[in-house]
């Protein structure tokens, strides 16, 4: 691979499609086209599309996503374009349905060209700024961690609350809920497309909607074991912190 290269990656739920670009040594598009062996249904064919020579290729792929009533593959629909002698450009997209698979194959033989005005990129993006963008994409669970921990802050931390010691019991529990809510690391994933670290609570809005449109209980398990289970180990962890502090500030204050 030369120095100008990037890639894009689009997602909506099971859907998927990535865009990438690459600079590099002298090639034919044949060369780059390589037919697997394990995928269901391979055909490709090769046309001139917005004046360059393009392989549009489609199969179904040997992986499987797990539906509400049954597991199926997804249906792959693959464009490769050789733009110049070093330039290729690579559209693959994956659906749910076949129906879909060739919508996609359709758009590929509507495709433009712009010629650019702009220099490429010479890398791809960071890993913290793709953790950034992979975040922000998901608003209404992020946003919901964010209210549990500010208002979760302002009701455990307001002068008000303070009336009540750390000795007594509620006040520890309410301390440790807060700390293993907002603390507690997991992951952040669909369990096909992406996994990157997150906060478990963060994860566990995230995933939540799926039990609605995929089957209940095998997600339910994950949830409980990606996100309940490690948030309750916190919880015990932080409430057991705060009894020994507790203690430990009693016995000073009975020596005083």
């Given at each position: 691979?030369?120095?100008?290269?990037?890639e894009?990656?689009?997602?909506?739920?099971?859907?998927?499609?990535?865009?990438?670009?690459?600079?590099?040594?002298?090639?034919t598009?044949?060369?780059?086209?390589?037919?697997p062996g394990d995928?269901?249904?391979?055909?490709d064919?090769?046309?001139?599309?917005?004046?360059?020579?393009?392989?549009?290729?489609?199969?179904?792929?040997?992986?499987?996503?797990?539906?509400?009533?049954?597991?199926f593959?997804?249906?792959?629909a693959?464009?490769r374009?050789?733009?110049?002698?070093?330039?290729?450009l690579?559209?693959?997209?994956?659906?749910?349905?076949?129906r879909?698979?060739?919508e996609?194959?359709?758009?590929f033989?509507?495709?433009q060209?712009?010629p650019?005005?702009?220099?490429?990129?010479?890398?791809?993006?960071?890993?913290?700024?793709?953790?950034?963008?992979?975040v922000?994409?998901?608003?209404?669970?992020?946003?919901?961690?964010?209210?549990?921990?500010?208002?979760?802050?302002?009701?455990?931390?307001r002068c008000k609350?303070?009336?009540?010691?750390?000795?007594?019991?509620r006040?520890?529990?309410?301390?440790?809920?807060?700390?293993?809510?907002?603390?507690?690391?997991?992951?952040?994933?669909?369990f096909?497309?992406f996994?990157?670290?997150?906060?478990?609570l963060?994860?566990f809005?995230?995933?939540?909607p799926?039990?609605?449109y995929?089957?209940?209980?095998?997600?339910?398990?994950?949830?409980?074991l990606?996100?309940?289970?490690?948030?309750?180990?916190?919880?015990?962890?932080?409430?057991?912190?705060?009894?020994?502090?507790?203690?430990r500030?009693?016995?000073?204050?009975?020596?005083d």
């Amino acid at each position: 691979m030369g120095n100008d290269w990037f890639e894009h990656i689009y997602r909506r739920r099971f859907d998927s499609v990535i865009i990438f670009f690459t600079r590099e040594g002298d090639a034919t598009l044949r060369n780059k086209t390589i037919r697997p062996g394990d995928y269901e249904g391979y055909a490709d064919c090769t046309e001139t599309i917005a004046g360059h020579i393009a392989v549009i290729s489609s199969y179904r792929d040997s992986a499987s996503i797990a539906g509400r009533k049954r597991h199926f593959r997804p249906y792959v629909a693959e464009a490769r374009w050789q733009l110049s002698v070093r330039e290729f450009l690579r559209i693959e997209a994956s659906t749910a349905d076949r129906r879909a698979q060739e919508e996609v194959i359709a758009a590929f033989r509507t495709v433009q060209f712009v010629p650019r005005s702009f220099p490429l990129p010479a890398k791809q993006p960071s890993a913290f700024i793709e953790y950034v963008q992979l975040v922000t994409s998901l608003p209404v669970p992020l946003t919901a961690y964010l209210l549990v921990i500010g208002g979760g802050g302002y009701l455990l931390f307001r002068c008000k609350a303070h009336e009540l010691p750390i000795t007594t019991r509620r006040r520890r529990a309410y301390i440790a809920a807060y700390f293993a809510l907002v603390l507690t690391p997991s992951m952040l994933t669909d369990f096909f497309l992406f996994a990157a670290p997150a906060p478990a609570l963060l994860g566990f809005f995230a995933l939540l909607p799926s039990v609605f449109y995929v089957d209940v209980w095998p997600t339910a398990y994950a949830i409980s074991l990606l996100y309940i289970l490690p948030i309750l180990i916190s919880f015990i962890i932080f409430y057991f912190g705060l009894t020994l502090y507790a203690r430990r500030r009693s016995r000073r204050a009975s020596q005083d």
